[in-house]
């Protein structure tokens, strides 16, 4: 993050300034989630979304919601910080949610702090990457689905794990998978693949995030003249090898689309047409 002011429980601070003690729940025990949302000028793209899933978070996490603002409120203070930064143009902002006061394992209380941080992107529109991307496994943590596996938590390891395999195997992502042995997703992305025209992807229930980028991809193929999207319990990387296409997906980057994985190459023609329509979607609305 670049920007010098946060916002934290309403009130804005400088960065070095915010009243977070160091033995707060996040720190201590990851007590915590977050929500990573693109906006445009002062305005949070897809943010209804966006918060829908942060109040299943708060009630997967046994969370007080009446102690997280409002949607149209949190909204404001996204506005606001954006302006007092000069983030004008496009910007990322973050959201971590954690529970308030001390004790062990078992919480004091319910309610929640949250502090709001944003920086500055390049890109107004979402850009597809010029040159795909070449995809890596990571089998040494594997996921499953439950309660907590569909938003973000305080407790990345996992994908942390998977960064430094990505930067070892030199590929500029990695696959990660599930119990059952299937790609679900990669590290910070929802995954699709195209087969015969008709576009795949993980269902939630396979264990990977329920991406606000996945859900609005969803939308716009189920509303286009492509066939439907079919939710599916993850692929084995065999399967792979039949696909035409593949792309990862998230709030921030848009679309990325991946030119190989092991020895197979891929092309990106319907790709490139679902990218313009989600920034015809995206910002034509705005």
Known sequence: MNASIVCYNKRFYHEDEVPIRFNNRAFKF?????????????????????????????????????????????????????????????????????????????????????????????????????KGLLLGDFTEVKKGYNPISFFKSGNALPYILASFEKVNSNVDDCFIYNNEG??????????????????????????????????????????????????????????LVNVEEMFLCNAIQGIQWIVGYNDKRYFNQMTRQLQQLLNEFTYESI
């Open 30 to 130: 990851g007590d915590s989630f977050f929500e990573t949302i693109r906006c445009n000028g002062n305005e949070a793209l897809h943010f209804n979304l966006h918060y829908k899933r942060m109040i299943k978070a708060l009630m997967s996490l046994k969370m007080e919601i009446a102690s997280l603002p409002p949607q149209h409120e949190l909204e404001h203070l996204i506005s606001s910080l954006l302006k007092q930064n000069k983030c004008f143009g496009a910007s990322r902002v973050r959201i971590e949610v954690l529970r308030s006061g001390m004790g062990l394992y078992t919480p004091e209380t319910n309610s929640v702090d949250f502090v709001i941080e944003c920086s500055k992107l390049v890109s107004t529109n979402y850009e597809l990457n010029k």
């Open 182 to 239: 299937k790609i679900i997703e990669a590290i910070s992305s929802n995954l699709f693949w195209i087969k015969d025209g008709v576009f795949y992807t993980p269902s939630v229930f396979a264990g990977c995030v329920g991406g606000i980028m996945r859900q609005v991809l969803i939308q716009i193929i189920k509303s286009s003249k492509w066939p439907n999207v079919i939710e599916v319990s993850g692929v084995q990387k065999e399967e």
